[in-house]
């Protein structure tokens, strides 16, 4: 008898409704704030990305890591060593302090949602499925200034007015592909791409004297482009000790076209009117290479280096992009990300330890050099701290993550700014056993 | 051990508290981060357009009847006349005749000499005619003299006895349930005159006694007819604003290169020249022009109000209202919603005054619309 053939529990249904909240409803609310970084501005925004709860907290990277506990889509490679059907979903909370050449700075604070993702394991440790939802890149800044105007020369009427710069929106994208252990050491993988959204940049002009209309003058800019991703690990176990393991990874996400759509608007919300024609235009995003090394030390400790390289200098746009003139040096940079982390959990695979001991703790770091400047030859680098807690929950396979960052991005030199930011993230991640025939009624 | 039933009100809590610190706090730090240049300018035009244009004003169904006739040394001969209707809200079918009528005009505007006597003939009317829209060129067919009435331009309440053959001759029709069918009311044609008068609705009346009441038939209808003879001798550099016979003055600007661009705000100004307008001889009263509307006219000759002002202590007409701004603003888009703009004068004011407005290149006084616009 089957009892339990395809029936998820309640938390795991309780995931699938917040990851659906979350992706529905958090997209909007964040793309509506316009509280985050200055360079963010830039290109097709600030580039994020998620590959889980676990590989955030060890410096994002993770290319060659692999979980009983979590799905890691920094490769879909690694999607073949999934045992349990696993979703995860989660938000995350920015504090950012810029700062300027007079060390004038202001504080921001927003809510974004991390990523809905769902692994299904089609043959346990051997051919597994990857969905994921997350975002890809974020514009997210606003900057005002305030001045005078006269109004009418000839009775020197003046009139206060203010101009906020604003941007928001991004790039989402949507992943889905299969893992598949090809070989005992050897897994390779393969996900198709899907990147779409907005990005709007607006003019607001306010002004003190009711005779004067608020106006804001918005680029919309809509974008859709499909792209593939694959990648390969290779393992090799009792390498320095009987268990221990290495994992060599690399993968490839290929150029991207994406074809966008941009409106010049005047007005807000549904009342908008939209000037001019629809201009159309292609934008290639390069190609995004990762290597990553993982070592998996007595089922407690787990270190990951993870390399990753854009060719940025390649990008090309049909449309003007902030920081992107072509054929000018005003164009983007090769951007360059190194991370590392580790990973202790006392208990190792055991059940029965005390509770703390099947806490997972984590650390890394990251640095990464922008593809944007926006003063040419000088470098926007970040640098970053990152940690963790991973609570474990009554269900096995079950974890809380909550994760740490805070770091520091660009220069005040030139007239650019410096970021200090930290974030604060949640993400629940939820394992269970699907498929299985049960042997007893 | 974190159980599972408290994951999801903990990240939920979470969740809110994460959407709870969005702020809406904003900074000028890295201002220069950003390609500025999006200050609003103002932009000063002149109009390529600024004309006399003919015009009857709309006279009919006014709460004011214009009657007489001026001689003014800038606007040329103005003559009026008034015609008016009744009606009763008394049943009188069943009253004594009336042995008394009486005109009784309250008197409450003046544009002219103030010293010299007004003589009016008083006539009636003996065909139907509609007050309704009509204009300030509508002519009705008046019938016989019935009296004349002399008075000063300084009163304030005329009053005329009617003739007894007139009270014998319209005593049935007076009295009738179809009075208001039966007759067609009054007129006032000017005959002896240096001054336009207008007598107002409130406390006019025509007053009929019997031997044991007395009824105040009130005003209801109104047409004023008015026709300028000559043309106006407006100074060099100057164009004429008058109500009643006209002319409006229409206006149009060179908005190329405006082409969807963004508009916060719309300022009209028109310098009047008061002081030729009060270089009047002492008992000669030319009341200014207070209140001056711009409308916008359709292809199809519809009118819309856009603004109206008043006359400042800086002797212009400035029109800042918002809807002249929206208005501009869908012309920058290529949504042509007027045919052309126009100054004009209250249609209910019902006055002959008028106004000389500094033309378009008269430098510093010309008219001018200040925009100011997003480059």
Redesign the interface.
Known sequence: MIRRFFSPSR?LQ?VLM?GLM?GLTLPA?AQG?D?GS??S?FGVGDLRAFSSSQAQAMGGGGTALWSFNYTNFSNPASWSRQVLVRASA????D?LQ???ADD?????????FNAVQFGVPLKANRIGMGLTFEPYSRVNY??????Q???????LDTTI?Q???EGSGGLQQVRAGLGWRAAGPLSIGASLDFIFGIVEEG?R?T?A?P?????N?ATSTRMFGVTATTGAIYSKSNLFATTDELSVAASLTLPATLNGDRA?T?GESLNR?T??AQVEGDINLPMSLRFGVAYFLQNRWTFVADVRYEPWSQFESELSI?GYTPGTADTFRDRLRLSGGVEFLPAGPSFLES?FKRVAYRLGFYYDQAYVS?VAGTDINTIALTGGFS?????AG?R?DINFEVGARGTTDH???RDRFYGVS?T?NVGERWFVKRKLN | ????RY??P???G??M???A????????????????G???V?R?LTPTVFEQLPFNDVTGAQPRVLAGRVIDPLVGTITTAGYFDFTTSFDTTKTEPFTSATLRLTLDYVYGDTTAPVTLNLHDIDEDWESLGRRADTTVTVGDMITSLTFEPTDTLVTVDLPEAWIAANNETLRSSLFSVDFHGLALEAVSSEAVVGFNFSGSALRLITEADTFDFDLTRTISNIRREGEPVVPEGRVLLQDGTGPNITLDFDLDGFD?K????A?L?VFADTASVKAASPNFVRPLVETVQLVQVTDAEDVFLIAETTLSD?GDYRF?D?RL??LL?QKF?GVDLFDHLELRLPVDDNTINFMLLYDAASGETAPEA?L?I?P
Do not use: W
Request: hydrophobic share 40%.
């Open positions: 938390c309780g917040l979350l609310a704030r509280d200055l360079y501005r989660g938000f995350r909370f504090g810029v700062t300027d004038n700075s202001k504080n921001f604070t927003a809510g974004s606003r900057v005002q200034t305030l001045s105007l006269v109004t009418d020369p000839t009775r007015y101009i906020s710069y003019t002009t002004f004297s005779d004067f209309t608020e106006t003058l010049l005047l009117d000037l001019g902030p509770y926006p609570l474990p929950a009554l269900l079950t809380l007239n650019l700014v949640a629940l | 051990m974190l159980r599972t994951l999801l903990v990240l939920g979470l969740l508290l994460g959407l610190a969005c702020d809406e706090t904003t900074s000028n730090v890295g201002l220069g981060l950003v390609e500025e999006a200050e609003p103002v000063e969807d963004p508009l916060h705000g300022i100004r800086d800042t918002p701004s929206a603003q888009f200040l100011t997003s």
